[in-house]
């Protein structure tokens, strides 16, 4: 299948890509490399043994891709392209929803002129905000709390009212949940610029010496160690996701929203200590005050996923931290 991909140079596309190739589909990816390393691509070209066409352009402008859109003529789009901190898009909600929302509908306008109708939308658990019940399944309401989690709901809102307008589109929009650890061979991972806003990679920063302590963003939650729970899910699986989805649109029609995650819950000290025995390193922490905005768990229930595309999480915590380690261990060395 030709598919492109958005943000295909990023942490989940560059997975998602490697697994692409191997399952001997054809991929252009697009990507401003605006949160990407230039090499990535050609990482991916190594781990896959083949490469895909590369193209340097902005989503938010039409004029940048559409011209190679077209002569690719894709069967399917997965898009992953955006931006996604969360305290980014408090300060600066006007720039998320140009980029999120806007190159979204630009994306999908492209689409709709070149009869491209399989798409792969990449949401988050974020859409549901502070869950009622857990663990938390589609028809949990979707009531987010910040600009970041509205651009998400947004564009998913968007792809269903395009599904009612035309059923010959066939979408998903996959609701990730905690996205943690690295492709086994440790050549790509998640590498954010500046300090991390998410705990692995920061708790990765500490055991490497490069940050001195972890603070952890209160105790005092309902939950056993009074620590916020989080469902953690391996990047090779959410990336094995993608490549289920991408079928499920071939055997599918219309649109909908599937979680992914595994199910499992794990609290930041459980974090830590898994992360210390699989460093063989120890993380010192701080205890401080939440983090505004957190909430005490959230947790997918990935029974959707499993009946729609087939997919389940296979890998557990200790390959998260291990992958994750060894790929912290080999940047900068
Ligand atoms: P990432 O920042 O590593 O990847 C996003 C990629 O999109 C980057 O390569 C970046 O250069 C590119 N990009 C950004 N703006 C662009 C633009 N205007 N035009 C073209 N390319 C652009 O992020 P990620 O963690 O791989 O996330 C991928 C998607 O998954 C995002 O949409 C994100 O919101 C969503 N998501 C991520 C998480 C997470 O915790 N990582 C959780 C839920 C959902
Ligand atoms: N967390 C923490 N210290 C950090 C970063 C995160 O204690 O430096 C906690 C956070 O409060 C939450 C969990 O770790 O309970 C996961 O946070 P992350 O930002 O990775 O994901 P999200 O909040 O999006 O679920």
Redesign the pocket.
Known sequence: MRVVV??G?????SHTVTLFLQAGHDVLI???????AEDVPDRVAGLAGREAIVLR????QPESYLKAFEDFAPDAVVH?????AVAEAVADPLEYYR?NVG?SLTLFRIMQGTECRRLVF?????VYGDPERVPIDEGHPCRPTNPYGRS?LMVEEIVEDWGRSDDSLAAINLR?F??VGAHPSARIGEAPNGVPN?LMPYISDVAQGRRERLQVFGDDYGTPDGTGVRDYIHVMDLADAHLAALELTGRASGVEALNVGTGEGYSVLEMVRAFESASGRSIPYDVVARRPGDVAISLADPAMAEARMGWKANLGLDEMCRDAWAFTRGRNT
Do not use: C, E, H, M
């Not at 990449?122 to 974020?126: E, F, G, I, K």
């Open positions: 958005t943000g140079a990023g942490y989940i596309g697009i990507d401003n490399f605006a949160n990407a352009a902005d989503i938010t992953f392209a955006g931006l996604k980029v190159g990449s949401s988050s658990a974020t998400k990730y905690n996205p998410n």
